[in-house]
Nanobody
Framework: VQLVESGGGLVQPGGSLRVSCAAS????????MSWYRQAPGKERELVAT????????KYGDSMKGRFTISRDNAKNTVYLQMNSLKPEDTAVYYC?????????????WGQGTQVTVSS
């Protein structure tokens, strides 16, 4: 199983960035996909979640209206479009795949990609 994030980098406040997560080694279309982030000295927090079919999304309160999660099941890839970025969005962004089958949870993480918002 692999989740490989890409697209992070340095962006100015007010700018935009799109990060991607390419998945392999499992049935991508059966998993809900999420983005989490963790800033230095802070706990990991949920950024956004998208259902396995892509028909339902959920966002953390501070991301609503600025971030958009999407997925392409044909490409086994999930995306996070981030607009109107703020310095407080600076963090390592992690991709997560999750599926519950009966009593068993299947939970996979990527290595993360750094997003820095600074002038």
């Amino acid at each position: 199983v692999q989740l490989v994030e890409s697209g992070g980098g340095l962006v100015q406040p007010g700018g935009s960035l799109r990060v991607s997560c390419a998945a392999s080694g499992f049935t991508f279309s059966s998993y809900a996909m999420s983005w989490y982030r963790q800033a230095p000295g802070k706990e990991r927090e949920l950024v956004a979640t998208i259902s396995s079919a892509g028909d339902s999304t959920k966002y953390g309160d501070s991301m609503k209206g600025r971030f958009t999660i999407s997925r392409d099941n044909a490409k086994n890839t999930v995306y996070l479009q981030m607009n109107s970025l703020k310095p407080e969005d600076t963090a390592v962004y992690y991709c997560n795949a999750f599926r519950r089958v009966g009593r068993d949870d299947y939970d996979y993480w990527g290595q993360g990609t750094q997003v820095t918002v600074s002038s």
